[in-house]
């Protein structure tokens, strides 16, 4: 499952229409391209991925503000919400996640209902504390992990990863039910994203300079791709006269 995926619907959407690079700029705001792979390259390929398994429309729009060929926006369509709420899900519930889904889950968790939120992450809770206990029943030697030397280390690791994992999504869930945050449904939400032309306050310049030549690039092979397309029709049409 990719946490790539699940971050570039859930931009997009908080803007109900988007760009790249107010994407990139949103996930990087987040701190995302340190605990996933959210670099510009990689948002560039799935806006345009996803644009052409239809969880994404694109529209273009007048040229970016360098001059450069016209930016192309994006929006979800309804399979792409289908996707977006699905990925969102298995993220909070599935215990198994890598921590980067986990992370891309709890950024959008306030997108669901409360309740919804809560029983998922109840969910991932007994789904950790079950994997513990399969695990430690038939894997831990009688005298103890210590009876595997060094090797035992890796089952202490995993066990306290698992009992940390829960008692931290446990004191999340406490925080949810205490009345923490603002849930779907229940008024306006904290807003996660930087309005169009804010800057980014944790962005270098290195960071902002890459995510703008990403963006150049992606606009001009977009301008590419649309004369080609162009260029094939008046083709097939010519042909079409002289026969």
Same mark, same amino acid.
Request: hydrophobic share 40%; glycine share 12%.
């Given at each position: 499952m990719s946490a790539i995926r699940l971050l570039v619907l859930g931009a997009v959407r908080q803007h109900g229409r988007a760009h790249g690079y107010q994407v990139r700029n949103d996930l990087e705001y987040w701190g995302a391209h340190e605990w996933s792979n959210a670099k510009p390259g990689s948002i560039y390929h799935a806006l345009k991925q996803m644009?052409?398994?239809?969880? @994404? &429309?694109? *529209?273009?729009?007048?040229?970016?503000?360098?001059?450069?060929?016209? +930016?192309?926006?994006?929006? @979800?369509?309804?399979?792409? /919400?289908? #996707?977006?709420?699905?990925? $969102? &899900?298995?993220?909070?519930?599935? *215990?198994? %996640?890598?921590?980067?889904? $986990? =992370?891309?889950?709890?950024?959008?968790?306030?997108? @669901?209902? &409360?309740?919804? /939120?809560?029983? @998922? $992450?109840? #969910? +991932?809770? +007994?789904? $950790? &504390?079950?994997?513990?206990?399969?695990?430690?029943?038939y894997y831990t030697p009688e005298g103890g992990p210590e009876q595997l030397g060094h090797i035992g280390e890796i089952m202490h690791m995993w066990v306290h990863a698992a009992d940390s994992g829960a008692a931290w999504t446990q004191g999340l869930i406490e925080r949810i039910e205490g009345g923490a945050y603002v849930f779907a449904g229940e008024g306006e939400p904290f807003v996660g994203v930087l309005a169009e032309g804010q800057e980014n306050p944790y962005a270098t310049?290195?960071?902002?300079?890459?995510?703008?030549?990403? %963006?150049?690039? %992606?606009?001009?092979?977009?301008?590419?791709?649309?004369?080609?397309? !162009?260029?094939? /029709?008046?083709? !097939?049409?010519?042909? =079409? #006269? /002289?026969?």
């Open positions: 644009a052409k398994e239809g969880l @994404l &429309r694109a *529209h273009d729009i007048a040229p970016s503000t360098v001059g450069g060929p016209p +930016r192309t926006e994006y929006e @979800l369509t309804a399979a792409g /919400a289908t #996707e977006y709420f699905a990925l $969102l &899900r298995a993220a909070l519930s599935q *215990h198994d %996640q890598k921590t980067d889904m $986990l =992370s891309a889950g709890i950024g959008f968790v306030v997108d @669901l209902p &409360r309740a919804e /939120a809560v029983a @998922l $992450l109840k #969910e +991932r809770v +007994r789904g $950790l &504390r079950e994997w513990r206990g399969t695990v430690t029943g310049t290195q960071d902002a300079q890459d995510a703008q030549d990403a %963006q150049d690039a %992606q606009d001009a092979q977009d301008a590419q791709d649309a004369q080609d397309a !162009g260029d094939g /029709a008046g083709d !097939g049409g010519a042909a =079409s #006269e /002289a026969r």
